[in-house]
């Protein structure tokens, strides 16, 4: 009986996937840096998911639902004009950059001061787009290297290279910010 | 290893990500080079600091009403008086749910711990000289070995008709305790199975975990803990898993 097929469906989808909402909607906040934009796409995201369930075979649902909201944010990103980030604006220039440059600046290791959540997400913000999505994935959403090359649909060597050159702007960003307060 | 390759493995070190090997290599690195310990240093720091930080964002309740609607609901729609002793129900249901939502991370997180240290006993144990302290492919020599040194000797079964060579046991230390391992080859591979004692009864159902590129199978049985760890392929592991677990079934009940 395909109706009791479906409700059982329905069920095991609600007890795999609702535990994961606030994650989603985390990562969706990170990438979409907007509220609103990051409720539809949740939304929508869930609305594919279970369409999808039926080809779920694993081996985690975090990161199947990550790699759902991704496509649903790019189709976003897609749609939206481009927004200009603080930090970094193309990331083929970036990867070009050297990483420790930064560093050698201030060659002593500044202690980082706590700082209230809203300013730290501000910080977050400001990455640029494939660097901020691969450090949310780790620091926020806690995935493996390779749970979020998964997700990510990249080799772990880039989730690697993206990851130690997110923290490295995040951390001359949030020194320079400190510097500036002085 | 040249400092634009520790720059970059230092963030795999930081999360625990190496294995031993390239861990060793980071670790040596960083010990001669003064910008890549301050480089670690700094960004441990960070990640401290952002740890101790709420960055997560929790969806609106409206966000997770809407999501529920579109799901279909199992039973017909109740009437009204019903939806609001539900709704009653529900609050209370889902302050329970939330607490067990709580409960569940704490022990994931335990149990990632715990999952970390089975693995680097199994790293251990790989190393000469560490594997077995009993060596015999006789179940009945290994089992009694471990009378006496635990509390409970763990089920020692040879599966070596089954392609899982019994080769030994050891005893391994694993969350501040002394625990029982079993050691299995299938060809050249080895499998640690570690088994501790629980005062759970219930029955958990065998989950693969994969950590620095070991499989960890984990299941509970009979108030005992089993983590079987290898290298060997996921459903390789399973299949012994399975296999242990029916020759374990068949010894009670026969």
């Known amino acids: 009986m395909p109706a009791i097929d479906d409700q059982q469906k329905a069920e095991r989808f609600r007890e795999a996937a609702l535990p994961y909402l606030d994650d989603v909607y985390t990562l969706a906040r990170y990438l979409l840096r907007d509220a609103s934009d990051a409720e539809d796409a949740v939304q929508e995201c869930y609305l594919r998911a279970l369409k999808h369930f039926d080809s779920y075979r694993g081996p985690a649902m975090k990161p199947w639902l990550f790699a759902i909201l991704r496509n649903v944010c790019n189709a976003e990103y897609a749609r939206r004009a481009h927004r200009p980030s603080a930090i970094e604006d193309t990331p083929g220039a970036a990867e070009q950059t050297p990483m420790w440059q930064e560093n050698e600046a201030s060659p002593e290791t500044a202690v980082l001061r706590s700082r209230d959540a809203g300013a730290i997400r501000k910080l977050i913000d400001a990455l640029a787009e494939p660097f901020r999505e691969t450090f949310v994935l780790r620091e926020i959403n806690n995935l493996s290297y390779r749970e979020i090359a998964e997700a990510a649909g990249v080799p772990v060597g880039t989730v690697m290279s993206r990851l130690a050159r997110a923290r490295a702007m995040l951390r001359a960003a949030w020194t320079a910010e400190e510097e500036q307060a002085r | ?254």
Not at chain 2, 37 to 43: K, P, S
Not at chain 2, 74 to 81: E, M, V, Y
Not at chain 2, 199 to 211: A, F, G, I, L, N
Request: proline share 4%.
């Open chain 2, 1 to 254: 290893m040249t400092c634009d390759e520790a720059k970059i493995l230092l963030h795999a070190l930081l999360d625990n990500e190496l294995d031993a090997g390239h861990a060793r290599e980071v670790e040596a690195h960083v010990a001669g080079c003064p910008a890549c310990a301050a480089e670690l240093a700094a960004q441990r720091e960070m990640k401290a600091v952002l740890a101790d930080t709420k960055l997560h964002y929790t969806a609106p309740p409206s966000l997770r009403a809407r999501i529920e609607a579109s799901i279909p609901q199992a039973r017909p729609q109740p009437s009204r008086r019903s939806v609001l002793r539900g709704f009653a129900m529900g609050s209370a249901v889902s302050a329970l749910a939330a607490s067990g939502v709580v409960a569940v991370v704490l022990r994931q997180d335990d149990q990632q711990r715990i999952l970390s240290e089975v693995v680097s006993a199994h790293l251990r144990s790989l190393q000469a000289g560490h594997l077995i302290d009993v060596v015999s492919s006789d179940q009945h020599t290994v089992k009694p070995w471990f009378n006496g040194k635990l509390d409970v000797a763990p089920p020692v079964i040879d599966l070596t008709a089954l392609g899982f060579t019994l080769v030994g046991g050891r005893l391994d230390y694993i969350d501040a305790r002394a625990i029982g391992a079993v050691v299995y080859k299938r060809r050249q591979h080895v499998i640690n199975l570690f088994v501790s004692q629980t005062t759970s009864t219930e029955r958990r159902p065998p989950r693969t975990q994969t950590m620095q590129g070991f499989n960890c199978r984990r299941w509970g049985e009979r108030g005992l803990n089993f983590w079987a760890v290898s290298d060997i392929g996921g459903d390789e592991l399973a299949e012994f898993v399975d296999k242990f677990e029916a020759a374990m079934k068949a010894n009670v009940e026969g």
